[in-house]
């Protein structure tokens, strides 16, 4: 199987490079033909690529103890499920599966793209195939998946505890799929950049691509967010640890590019800007593969210090200053059809909403380098807490939120005085008249949640007025009932109308945030069988303790009875076990939730007596998190959506005479 | 002129930016990494050390006592220099002795009073060929 492996990896490698070389050679004149020579040899690294990955996860199903990998992170008891998703368990594995994603996303471009987008087609193999020989060579030859061990043991030692639960199953592939289908849009950027087509196509090709990795690179957040609640045991999601930062980064670039490219079609203004910000996110994505795995930064995720560091770097560089350089020898090309007319105009909103996107970026990444930095001056490696983020990211996202609502409400343009006065009544009404409300409950208690939640309101009420201002045009064009409207109006504007479910998304987010980060009860307790503790207002009893052993793993559990105001609230039944292969103790967290707070409990320690000590949270809306994930993964699918080209043609008149204009 | 403004707002807003950033990343917020010898009383520090011989097995359930959990870290480097630490809150399930682990806090009196629920374990830095220890190496 090492042989198959190796081999496989070789021959991808041998095909990547082969079509980036056939796909700059049919940039000469006369010789097209190497262009489809390309985009074969792009679908057989994808069928190379397949193959490898294929024969990895065969090994660790099939217990290949003679694979230092499978020796590493599997073991005969382990079930198929967790065998599986050992392949992401660590820095080789992973690296394979960024390399088949790149493969896929490749060969899917290159399917939808090669006729409409020919002349842009032969750069963006190269580039895309460039990336892709990148690491087919890391994996050939820096860190192989397919080692072999001179000495085979008789079992593996087994796969991390922490990794075997259902999140961590999901989290890091969509973290990937988020990370790899950047490479995509990046690939057509600098092809456009090089070729110098530089009008709207090239953004066109790419549009759904971004909606699509933003997509999963924030549902990768979300999941891993998930599992640090439920596995970790200290009863928060979220630590900006710095790999953390490392996913979060090219999400915030990435929202900014979404937001900043509407900007471009409808005005042709930020040309360069978009550029840069394209250029940037791709370059994060691999800096987040790269600070995780080259040890430079101390982290929770600690993967071990590799040789990759070095190589990263050098491929960081290059994929940086190239576009850059670029970029700057296209400046003529890239110039604004428009300037901006009015700071009270949706592109400034835009705009004021990009700075915001990037300063929070550029925060988060000197947080995250700091130790980096002072090491480098003082020779002391000195961080910043936690402290540092939460002061600057609080201003920065609850200005944000304010914009989300403010945005839809301005026009293109130039916004007069009376259109502003109309449109701004509502929304501001409503969020004055839900203050007073908001005194009622203690979210007055703390002056930032009352003012979010009248932003949230505020927002909410202008999305609602957007939906509600199409929904009447449409039904009054006659013909359809409201419901009808509301679907016409969604079909025909998916981006439009999926970046408001999105944005309703964020505020539910925003209220998940604010409750359960500063109304939080946590304490411990010490309890016999039969007796009962107190934590905030709840009252937990011990009601039962067991312990269980199978050939994998130790288990000890305990029942919890929990009590508010004398009646029986919910029976929470946390666990604690010892992984045998590995030694390893491992939290089971127990939570009960609903829509207002989440009862947390963790056992620390059940004694041969049966005395257990816990440690118990109370989480105000935590739900609310999640809840928001699926708003925002809706509203993602729904601009993401492919619509019909007929259907979209009137909507989007202003940018067909934009285009015009241009031409 | 009009691109010459804008040039000037946002060299402004950049410089600012960073200016908010330096002034916040050094106020108060500043834990500088540190091993056990290399410790002075009442400044700040996130203490990287190994855990040494003699940490209690039931350390998760002492550190949610009143009391705290007690145990002796050594330098990573320098094995004879060591500390204790006082510690409560959660503790990571990896935590045993011969582990590197992570605490933040503060040299009082000759001991170390780490802050509540600031310890991460981190795994062996180094792939050991040893099984029990391949499994942590590059997990996360």
């Known amino acids: 199987m090492s042989l198959l492996g190796r081999a496989t990896l070789l021959l991808a490698l041998a095909a990547a490079v082969y079509a980036v070389v056939a796909a700059l050679t049919s940039r000469t004149r006369g010789r097209r033909g190497w262009q489809e020579s390309a985009e074969r040899a792009v679908y057989g690294f994808c069928a190379l690529m397949t193959i490898a990955i294929v024969t990895m996860w065969a090994a660790l199903l099939t217990d290949q103890w003679d694979l230092r990998y499978v020796t590493g992170y599997s073991s005969s008891t382990l079930g198929a499920r967790w065998k599986l998703s050992a392949l992401w368990a660590s820095q080789p594995g992973s690296l394979l599966l960024w390399a088949w994603l790149l493969s896929v996303f490749a060969t899917v471009a290159v399917l939808l793209n090669r006729r409409r987008h020919r002349e842009l087609m032969p750069v963006a193999v190269a580039v895309l195939m460039g990336i892709g020989a990148f690491f087919a060579f890391m994996l050939a030859f820096v860190t192989s998946p397919f080692e072999t061990l001179a000495v085979v043991p008789a079992n593996g030692s087994d796969l991390n505890p922490l990794l075997q639960n259902e999140y961590m199953v999901a989290h890091p592939p969509m973290l990937y799929l988020g990370y790899v289908a950047l490479a995509v849009p990046f690939s057509f950027a600098v092809s456009a950049l090089v070729t110098r087509r530089l009008d709207a196509t090239w953004i066109a090709a790419v549009r759904r691509w971004t909606i699509f990795a933003w997509l999963f690179l924030g549902i990768g957040i979300l999941l891993g967010a998930r599992w640090a609640y439920e596995e970790l045991g200290w009863g928060g999601y979220w630590a900006w640890d710095p790999v953390e930062n490392a996913a979060f980064m090219p999400w915030l670039l990435a929202t900014a590019f979404l937001h900043s490219v509407m900007v471009q079609e409808r005005r042709g203004m930020l040309r360069v800007w978009n550029m840069v910000l394209v250029v940037l996110t791709f370059v994060f994505a691999v800096f987040g593969t790269f600070l995780t795995r080259s040890g430079i930064v101390a982290s929770v995720h600690a993967f071990g210090e590799s040789t990759l560091g070095p190589f990263f770097l050098a491929f960081i560089v290059i994929a940086l200053v190239g576009p850059l350089a670029l970029i700057v020898s296209r400046l003529p090309l890239l110039r604004s059809r428009h300037s901006l007319e009015s700071f009270a105009s949706r592109e400034a909103v835009f705009l004021f909403n990009n700075l915001l996107l990037i300063g929070l970026t550029f925060a988060t990444l000197w947080g995250t380098l700091y130790p980096v930095l002072t090491e480098a001056v003082t020779g002391d490696r000195i961080t910043v807490g936690q402290g540092f983020y939460n002061t600057i990211a609080l201003p920065i996202g609850v200005a944000l939120l304010a914009l989300t609502g403010v945005g839809p409400l301005i026009p293109w343009r130039k916004a007069s005085l009376a259109q502003l006065k109309r449109r701004f009544t509502w929304p501001l009404a409503a969020a004055a008249a839900a203050a007073p409300l908001l005194l009622l409950t203690d979210a007055w208690d703390r002056w930032v949640v009352g003012a979010i939640a009248c932003i949230a309101v505020f927002v909410l009420v202008s999305i609602a007025g957007e939906f509600w201002r199409g929904m009447k045009v449409r039904h009054a064009l006659g013909g359809v009932s409201w419901p009808g409207a509301l679907g016409q109006l969604v079909a025909r504007n998916r981006r439009r109308y999926g970046g408001y479910i999105v944005h309703v998304g964020v505020v539910v987010l925003f209220i998940g945030l604010a409750g359960s980060r500063a109304f939080v009860t946590e304490g411990s307790l010490v309890l016999s069988p039969g007796e009962r503790g107190t934590v905030g207002e709840r009252t937990f009893v011990l009601e039962d303790t067991s312990r269980a052993v199978d050939p994998h793993k130790m288990s000890t559990a305990v029942r919890l009875g929990v009590y508010k105001d004398g009646e029986r609230e919910a029976t929470l039944a946390p666990g604690r076990n010892l992984y045998l292969a590995s030694q390893q103790p491992s939290t089971e967290v127990a939570i009960d939730s609903s829509p207002t707070r989440d009862v947390y409990a963790v056992l620390v320690k059940l004694d041969e007596r049966g005395q257990a000590v816990l440690s118990i949270f109370v989480n105000p809306l935590v739900m609310w998190l999640w809840i928001s994930g699926l708003i925002i993964v809706g509203g993602g699918v729904v601009a993401a959506w492919p619509a019909r080209r007929t259907a979209r043609a009137p909507a989007e008149a202003p940018e067909g005479a934009e285009r015009r204009a241009t031409a | ?140």
Do not use: W
């Open chain 2, 1 to 140: 002129m009009r691109s010459r403004v804008r040039f000037i707002i946002a060299i402004c807003m950049a410089v600012g930016l960073a200016g908010v950033l330096g002034v916040m990343s050094l106020k108060g917020n500043q834990q500088t990494y540190a091993s056990p010898g290399a410790l002075v009383a009442g400044k700040t520090y996130r203490l990287n050390a190994t855990v040494a011989p003699g940490a209690p097995a039931d350390a998760a359930a002492r550190a949610q006592t009143a009391e705290g959990l007690r145990f002796t870290v050594r330098d990573k480097a320098n094995p004879g220099t060591t500390i204790d630490v006082v510690y409560r809150g959660s503790v990571p399930d990896t935590f045993k002795v011969g582990r590197d682990i992570v605490v933040v806090g503060k040299l009082e009196d000759g001991v170390f009073q780490a802050q509540r629920n600031s310890m991460i374990a981190q795994c062996p830095s180094k792939f050991q060929a040893k099984a029990d220890e391949a499994a942590h190496s590059g997990s996360r």
